[in-house]
């Protein structure tokens, strides 16, 4: 298997980890960010110089919304339904079932790290935009699945072209963008983000 | 390039309209000017141009340029008349976004990033949506991400079933991505009884709003999806069994539960939401027909949806302005102190249920047949046809005597015109006749449509064409032979057109690419322009 995707899905799916395990919005934005950033990476052959590029710009756009929007807000975020380790497990595991999908899967699906990346960062991105509380860990979790199902499409579909990495450039900075005004609006009166009801802790059950 | 200027003036209008809030009278003028220049482009839209984008491309199509005249000018209208009432004044930068995602996504020969342009346009116009509502934004809100994302999600991963290399062919892959992207369009268009994310945004929105949340953008990605499935899906002709019948049934159910739901209603902006969800449930029948004519019709009745749920949504702005609410039963007599605003609805609901022998009703017609067949496609006409009862009980309403705590008439107020001097006389004039030019603005949106069914702008031969979206890559990275279905003889996109529009190559375009289709009227082929590699 060849090193840069290998490295890269290794750093998106860290970043995809470090994004669901932290309590501390510049964490999450910043393990955000590296997922998003390495994504295209993981992708073997890399997509086109064009397509590359915007992607990259959008998932620097994104990330720089984010982490803006978290200036404006208190630092600490509330424990994911499982506590954070119990998600982080799903998206390990996921990405390992993307590592070994070809070879125990009779068809040849092509290289597996952008299809382990590609598992990890939907996992964990649903994860967060179905439990997630506050619009940071929601959009987060919007642009995580966003990436992890382009980069399965990618995966199974072959070379993104063009206008795929352009829509997905525009459609990460779209909902960075929705996140950010989200964190922004919804803040507390002590600044703390909270949009949703608290979910119980899972963990509680029985 | 007349396709990129209407894709930046749209944009950088509605940033501009942020820009300058300050002053709101600016902003009233930023929002109009970009609108109506967006008409100016969309008439100006060659059909045929291509503009390479390294090895994918935006064309331009004879659908596309009708899609967004008419949505321009329908937005115009609607904008003017949500001024005029004093209502929203977030419809020109919703509608702004709106045109500019639109062009995107309607041009480009990706069918996935074509769908990624559908949900960040989905998220900007719901974000500028919610941001006018009164008070500390509450979970309402989450919908704006999670709706959006989650149809992504479903569209892409059935996209990218449908691509592996070697599996595409085989029966039960295309089963499992007619059903994921049939996923993504039951949660998008909102089919019973999976209606309620989209209901709710309909609900939090201003009602100026909701023929933008409840008819652009889910028909929008319904005719995303819909491309997709006329070239990846109707060539092949897979069987797709019991998800077909469970979207036929769906599709079917939505179209029943939505007519109960207009007879028991008493607010007359959930009637009007009502008809835009079953208008929408048109399009899943289209796409669960897995055939090109039934496409082609599901395109013509969502091109026509917003158009007619934007007339009715202005009939229900002058009435709620008029009687101070919508409830049905608060509305009696409102046909006699509003018989312009009575023209109007009866236009729009004539197009939403369609005249016999109009474009719209023999669109509505070919989808339901070929879906159902001819007798429980009857019956869906029915169903359809049987929501005439909940308009008619709003014009038995209006046609009591009046009530007492109706406010000003349709009548113009002529007296206005003779008090105080210059501008200050103007605008007293403006004010007080607001009611009459509002009722005036929805009778143009209702012509719109009507127009439009009736054979102006060709909407038959431009449904028929081809739509870059459709273009799909199935760029296998280990290709398999596969025996089961027809396997597909050129490793090139497959851009097949939709049934009856043969392929002939388009200068400057991808192989394989749809080859524009030219109508009685429009222009000749514009010239290749390329950005990047």
Known sequence: MPVVPLLAATVAIAGAVIAILATDSRLTTAGTAAALLAAPFAADPLPQQLGLGVRLVGAGLAGYLLWTSTRQAAPLLGPLPLGGRGEAAFVLAAAAIGFLADAVTSEALGPTAALAAGGALLVGGLDLLAFGEDGLRLGSGALLALTGASLVLAELGGTPGAGLEAGLAVATAAVAGAAAWLTVTTLGPRREMRLAARHGDLRDIG | ?533
């Not at chain 2, 009884?193 to 409840?214: D, N, W």
């Not at chain 2, 069987?239 to 607010?267: F, K, N, S």
């Not at chain 2, 105080?420 to 605008?427: D, E, F, I, S, V």
């Not at chain 2, 102006?456 to 760029?475: D, K, T, W």
């Open chain 2, 1 to 533: 390039m007349t396709l990129v200027a209407f894709i930046v003036v749209a944009g950088t209008g509605a940033a501009a309209w942020w820009m300058v809030g300050r002053w709101p009278p600016l902003r009233t003028i930023v929002g109009l000017v970009a609108l109506a220049a967006c008409v100016v482009l969309a008439r100006l839209l060659p059909s045929g141009a291509v503009i390479l984008f390294g090895d994918d491309a935006l064309q331009t199509t004879n659908f596309l340029r009708l899609w967004l005249l008419s949505g321009s000018a329908a937005a115009l209208l609607l904008t003017l008349l949500a001024e005029t009432l004093g209502r929203s004044t977030r419809v020109a930068p919703a509608a702004l976004v709106l045109l500019a995602g639109t062009a995107a996504a309607l041009s480009l020969t990706d069918a996935a990033g074509a769908l990624l342009l559908v949900v960040a346009t989905t998220t900007l116009v719901g974000m500028v949506a919610l941001s006018d509502r009164p008070g500390r934004p509450g979970p309402e809100l989450l919908g704006v991400l999670r709706l959006p994302i989650a149809v992504a999600v479903l569209g892409l991963l059935g996209i990218a079933w449908a691509s592996v290399g070697g599996l595409g062919e085989q029966p039960t892959t295309m089963l499992a991505a007619f059903a994921l992207v049939g996923a993504a369009l039951v949660l998008g268009t909102g089919a019973v009884p999976f209606h309620l994310p989209l209901a709710r945004q309909g609900e939090a929105v201003a009602r100026p709003l909701l023929p933008l949340v409840l008819g652009w953008l889910p028909a929008l990605l319904a005719v995303v999806l819909l491309e997709w499935s006329g070239v990846r899906l109707v060539p092949l002709d897979p069987d797709l069994g019991l998800v077909r019948a469970a979207l036929l049934a769906l599709a079917l159910l939505t179209l029943g539960a939505a007519t109960v739901a207009m007879l028991l209603q008493e607010d007359l902006g959930h009637v009007v939401a009502y008809a835009g969800l079953q208008g929408l449930a048109l399009g899943l029948l289209g796409y669960a027909s897995v055939d090109g004519s039934a496409v082609t019709g599901a395109r013509a009745v969502l091109l026509l949806l917003p158009l007619w749920l934007a007339a009715l949504v202005g009939v229900l702005l002058v009435l709620e302005t008029m009687g101070g609410g919508s409830d049905l039963k608060a509305l009696s007599g409102w046909v006699r102190r509003a018989p312009v605003t009575a023209v109007a609805l009866t236009i729009a609901v004539a197009v939403a249920i369609g005249l016999p022998g109009s474009a719209a009703f023999e669109a509505r017609r070919a989808v339901t047949d070929v879906a159902l067949g001819s007798t429980f496609g009857t019956v869906a006409l029915l169903l359809v046809v049987a929501s005439v009862t909940a308009w008619l009980r709003l014009a038995w309403e209006g046609l009591r005597p009046t009530g007492a705590e109706w406010g000003a008439a349709e009548r113009p107020n002529v007296e206005a015109a003779r008090s105080g001097p210059g501008l200050a006389r103007a605008r007293g004039l403006l004010a007080a006749n607001r009611i009459p030019i509002a009722a005036v603005l929805a009778l143009a949106l209702a012509i719109l449509p009507l127009a439009l069914s009736l054979g102006f702008g060709h909407l038959e031969a431009a449904a028929a064409g081809p739509n870059p979206a459709a273009s799909v890559r199935p760029v296998a990275p280990t290709p398999t032979p596969s025996p089961t279905i027809t396997p597909q003889s050129t490793p090139s996109p497959t851009t097949t057109p939709p049934t009856g529009f043969p392929p002939t190559p388009t200068p400057g375009l991808p192989s394989g690419s749809p080859a524009p289709t030219q109508t009685p009227g429009a222009s000749s082929p514009a010239p290749t322009s390329s950005i990047g590699d």
